[in-house]
C-alpha cells in the first residue's frame, strides 16, 4: 500500500467505512462516511448543542422557547395543555337544531325533521303525533306539496335526510 494513514474510518460502530474524504461531526468531533455525517445519521447524542431550532405549536402557531437541555416536545405539549390560546371545539356551537314544537327548549345536534310538516324536531318530539303533527295547514303554508296530494315512498337512511335537507333549503 501507498498511503496507509491516508483516510479514516467511520465512527457509525454498524458501518466503520474507509472514507477518503471523512466528514467531522461539529457537535461529537467524530469522523464519519457521507451517509452518517447527519446529527440523526449517527444518532449524535451532542445534537442538542448545534441543531438548535424554535418549535412551532401545530395548534396556534406560536413559536415555543425551548431551553437547552430540554426535549421539544416535552415543552410543545406543556403549552398546549397550559397556554396555548386555540382550543377546537369551545367556540362552536354543537347543539343548533331547536324543537319545533311549541314550549320546547331541546336542541339538537342533527336536525330531524318531519316528513309530513317538515318541522324540525327533538328526539323526545320527532314522531308526527308526539309533536301534534298537522300536514295539510303547515305543508300549504310553507308552499310544499302535502303528503295528501303526492303520496311518495319514503326513502330510507341518508338518502331520507339528504332528501329533507333539500326541502329546507329551497
Not at 133 to 139: G, L, N, V
Not at 147 to 162: D, H, V
Not at 163 to 169: A, D, I, K, S
Request: aromatic fraction near 8%; proline fraction near 9%; include cysteine.
Amino acid at each position: 500500500m501507498e498511503f496507509p494513514d491516508l483516510g479514516k474510518h467511520c465512527s457509525e460502530p454498524t458501518c466503520r467505512q474507509l472514507d477518503f474524504l471523512p466528514i467531522t461531526c461539529d457537535a461529537c468531533k467524530e469522523d464519519f462516511c457521507k451517509d452518517h455525517f447527519s446529527y440523526w445519521g449517527h444518532k449524535c447524542p451532542c445534537a442538542f448543542k448545534k441543531d438548535v431550532q424554535v418549535p412551532v405549536c401545530p395548534l396556534c402557531n406560536v413559536p415555543i422557547p425551548v431551553k437547552r437541555g430540554e426535549i421539544p416536545d416535552v415543552v410543545v405539549g406543556e403549552h398546549m395543555d397550559r397556554d396555548c390560546t386555540f382550543h377546537p371545539g369551545r367556540n362552536q356551537k354543537v347543539f343548533t337544531h331547536r324543537c319545533s314544537k311549541e314550549g320546547c327548549k331541546k336542541k339538537e345536534m342533527l336536525p330531524l325533521a318531519c316528513a309530513q310538516c317538515y318541522g324540525n324536531f327533538c328526539i323526545q318530539h320527532r314522531h308526527p303525533l308526539d309533536h301534534s303533527c298537522q300536514t295539510e295547514s303547515s305543508a300549504t303554508s310553507r308552499g310544499r306539496p302535502s303528503a295528501s296530494r303526492a303520496p311518495e315512498q319514503k326513502p330510507s337512511g341518508i338518502s331520507w335526510l339528504a332528501q329533507q335537507l333539500r326541502w329546507t333549503v329551497k
